[in-house]
């Protein structure tokens, strides 16, 4: 279910989009341990063409590796979420580049929040590009 057919989970959607904004302030700063506090201790980052990275401390040194390459302009353009009090699952549309616009990318994500200390953050994170893989 989505939220249009949900009203209760509007709250959450609500609370979810600020706290992706947070993500994108963090990015668009540099702040690889900001990014890495929108996710729970226990996430799980499944980024394209490698490993999946576990726990808060290793996503944030993954996110840092992001950063250094310049990918600072990350900007989420749509969200959708489905679920239930304990766990939400989101789905996005987003963008991701360096400043200035270069090295653009422009993808999709299936994500799964879920409350820690009161706060919703990001459980599961699984994104891929809309472009052609480069060889």
Do not use: H
Not at 88 to 109: A, F, I, P, R
Request: proline share 2%; glycine share 8%.
């Amino acid at each position: 279910m989505n939220t249009t057919e949900d009203p209760g989970l509007n709250s959450t959607k609500e609370a979810i989009v600020e706290r992706t904004c947070i993500f994108e302030q963090a990015m668009a700063s540099g702040d690889a341990e900001g990014v890495a506090n929108c996710y729970t201790e226990d996430a799980e980052f499944m980024a394209p063409n490698q490993e999946s990275i576990q726990e808060r401390s290793n996503i944030q040194t993954a996110i840092a590796d992001y950063l250094s390459q310049g990918f600072t302009q990350y900007k989420v353009t749509s969200t959708i979420v489905y679920g239930n009090i304990d766990v939400v699952g989101v789905q996005t549309e987003y963008t991701l580049s360096q400043q200035g616009g270069s090295n653009m990318d422009k993808g999709k994500s299936i994500q799964l929040w879920k409350q820690e200390d009161g706060v919703w953050k990001i459980f599961r994170d699984c994104f891929n590009s809309n472009l052609p893989a480069t060889s």
